[in-house]
């Protein structure tokens, strides 16, 4: 590099130019949330739906799965899982119907044992996901 | 070896070595499980192996980044340790720490881990990366000050050099960042905005700092160049680093549920992520041609050369691949994904790692400055073998990833996931294979600390002008 462009100089683009776009990321994510309620779906985030989430969490789903494309990628992407098993009932029926020892030769899906009422929370919070405004995303049903 | 203290930088070192072959042996499992898809089911579910894949490459990253941090620093601040004593601690710490909570995932049912560990008072688990029970994470926390505070006050006490700086810079960073791991609100969106914080601005920010400051470390030493040039270098990389790095976390945020605009700041702002990449090769080419003596050590320049060479096609290659929205949209969360996180992680990450230790482990271990010539011809054997199947890793599952985004996505009569894994099982196969190759490389690497050890070191004429 060259000599006219001193080691000060350089330093203090880093520390001018970190700072610059630190506070103006800042500024972008106070925006963001100020735009947030129009499109996360948070009126719908019920009791049953935090419930979900949650049992989403402590089972480790996103171990397998996609959740809006973020995850892993051994199965299929839940985001739109509500849309795509045609309601609560195909998402509860899906989980409950899992064999214990998984299908032989095939990727397998755990039987978790869950309750009535942990299905129901998590078909809710499948739901909840599936009516955040994701700009079109996935490109189509089958996630 | 300049100081005594230094001597701690050996303990992180093994255990990172250690750690290293635990990932890769997960990770040839993960590969059979995408083909084989109940192998080991329902002992070890595909979940629990990435969990185990994923927190021990992070894990074994952080004791490599503590390890460099404790031989580099006393060096640099021309100083011994505050206190190499809670290094020592720490060490362990840290290393029960982390084997409990591994053995955790393996033992127990992870909805029963949560249980066990209280996951209701604070919620934080069952978060991509961030698996960890919560009690995990505040020991993290806890590990990380004492680091910084012996690091810190090291480094405040001594020589304050730009490698030094720079590296508690990007050290402080990490552990700051870390801290959005303990918010997680039951709104998705939020939850996901802020987990980028933790693991965008490591990757693509904060951990930047500290590759560059040991990058430039060891061209230091191994070189000769004079420090004020690379010093300057240093600074421009990391400016560029953080000026498109920080605004770049928009390419995560297109379809989330956050606003429409981060598709132009993400997809502007990251297409520059590149250019840091990009310098650093530019750099260490650079200083190595312009070298003012032949190190012995010729390992440890390759070692370097590569991770500039490594993490310019992983992560600004393959990142700028698909970084942009249009084409976000369509390979989100595929196999693409999968490939770049694989090569950039390497190329950055671990082999900076490796650069280090195979910069100081020869010290550490007694010698001047170098090993055997034995030694080194495996070691750099090793170096090809690891770096030449993590490119076909990258390029089979790009394979996969183009045809995953075509059938399922793009063409005209979309088909569903599980029938497209299916039909591009081939790739998967061939992942496993470079995989397995993988494994022996680094079996070889591991051998390369046992030949030669009675053998003299290699010595070189000096060029000096
Ligand atoms: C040093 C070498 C390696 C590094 C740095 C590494 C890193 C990673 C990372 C960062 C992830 C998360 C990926 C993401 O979210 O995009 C991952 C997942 C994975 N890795 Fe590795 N890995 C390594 C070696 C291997 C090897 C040798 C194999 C197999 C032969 C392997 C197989 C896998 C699989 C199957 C996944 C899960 C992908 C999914 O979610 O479907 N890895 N690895
Ligand atoms: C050493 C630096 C980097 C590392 C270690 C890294 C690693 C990763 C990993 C592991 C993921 C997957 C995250 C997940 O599981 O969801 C990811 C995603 C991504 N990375 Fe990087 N990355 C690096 C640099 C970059 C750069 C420089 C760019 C852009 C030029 C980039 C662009 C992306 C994009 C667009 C995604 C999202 C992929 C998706 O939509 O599924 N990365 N990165
Ligand atoms: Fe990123």
Redesign the pocket.
């Known amino acids: 590099m060259s000599q006219a462009f001193t080691k000060a100089m350089a330093r203090n683009i880093f520390y001018g130019g970190s700072v610059f776009f630190f506070l103006l990321f800042l500024a972008l994510t106070f925006d963001s949330e100020a735009t947030f309620p129009e499109r996360d779906n948070r009126q719908n985030i019920t009791e049953s739906v935090a419930m979900g989430k949650r049992l989403w969490e402590e089972n480790n789903c996103i171990g397998c799965h996609?959740l809006l494309?973020?995850?892993?990628y051994f199965a299929p992407e839940l985001g739109n899982a509500y849309k795509r098993l045609g309601g609560r009932e195909g998402i509860m029926a899906f989980i409950m119907s899992r064999p214990k020892d998984g299908v032989p030769g095939r990727r397998s899906m755990p039987q978790f044992n869950f309750t009535q009422e942990e299905l129901e929370a998590l078909a809710d919070f499948l739901k909840y996901v599936s009516e955040i405004n994701t700009a079109d995303w996935p490109p189509n049903i089958q996630g | 070896m300049q100081y005594k203290s230094q001597a701690v930088a050996k303990l992180y070192f093994i255990a990172a070595i250690g750690l290293f072959v635990g990932q890769i042996l997960f990770g040839v499992i993960l590969g059979l499980q995408y083909v084989i898809g109940d192998f080991l089911f329902p002992e070890i579910p595909f979940n629990v192996a990435r969990m185990v894949h994923t927190n021990l490459l992070i894990v074994w990253l952080l004791f490599g980044f503590m390890g460099a941090a404790y031989y580099l620093v006393p060096e640099e601040a021309e100083r011994e340790l505050v206190s190499p004593g809670l290094a020592v601690l720490m060490f362990w710490v840290f290393l029960i720490a982390g084997a409990l909570t591994i053995l955790g995932y393996l033992l127990v049912p992870y909805s029963g881990l949560a249980q066990m560990t209280g996951n209701d008072l604070l919620p934080t688990m069952g978060r991509?990366?961030l698996e960890q029970p919560t009690i995990t994470k505040i020991g993290i926390v806890v590990v990380a000050l004492a680091f910084l505070y012996n690091i810190g006050m090291t480094i405040l006490s001594g020589r304050k050099t730009v490698v030094n700086l720079v590296l508690l810079i990007g050290l402080v960073g990490l552990a700051v960042f870390f801290l959005f791991s303990f918010y997680n609100p039951d709104n998705l969106v939020k939850d996901k905005y802020y987990w980028w914080w933790v693991?965008?601005l490591w990757?693509?920010g904060v951990?930047?700092l500290i590759?560059g400051s040991i990058l430039a470390f060891v061209l230091i030493k191994t070189t000769g160049v004079d420090r004020e040039v690379i010093e300057k270098w240093l600074y421009v990389i990391i400016a560029m680093t953080l000026i498109t790095?920080i605004i770049?976390t928009g390419?995560?945020y297109?379809?989330i549920g956050t606003p429409d605009y981060w598709q132009w700041w993400?997809s502007v702002f990251?297409?520059?992520?590149?250019i840091p990449?990009f310098m650093m090769t530019v750099f260490a080419f650079n200083m190595v041609n312009r070298r003012r003596r032949n190190h012995p050590n010729k390992a440890a320049v390759l070692w370097a050369l590569g991770t500039a060479v490594m993490?310019f096609l992983?992560?600004?290659v393959?990142?700028?691949?698909?970084?942009l929205a249009p084409v976000?949209y369509y390979?989100?969360?595929?196999q693409?994904?999968?490939a770049?996180?694989?090569m950039?992680?390497y190329?950055?990450?671990v082999m900076i790692v490796l650069t280090m230790i195979s910069y100081a482990m020869p010290m550490l271990r007694g010698r001047k400055a170098a090993s055997s010539n034995r030694s080194q011809v495996l070691e750099m054997w090793s170096f090809w073998l690891m770096t030449v199947s993590m490119v076909f890793i990258t390029l089979f599952l790009t394979g996969a990833g183009i045809l995953q985004t075509y059938l399922q996505r793009y063409s005209d009569t979309p088909l569903p996931f599980m029938v497209v894994q299916e039909k591009i099982e081939l790739f998967y196969w061939m992942r496993e294979v470079a995989g397995v190759v993988f494994l022996i490389g680094l079996l070889v690497y591991i051998a390369s600390f046992f030949v030669g050890t009675k053998e003299p070191e290699v010595v070189l004429e000096q060029t000096d002008a």
């Open positions: 996609t494309g973020e995850g892993a | 991509e990366f693991v965008h990757v693509e951990w930047e590759l790095g770049g390419h995560h297109y379809w993400g990251s297409a520059m992520e590149p990449f993490a992983g992560a600004g393959w990142g700028f691949l698909h970084t976000n390979t989100h969360g595929t693409i994904t999968a770049h996180g694989h950039a992680f190329g950055a990450y």
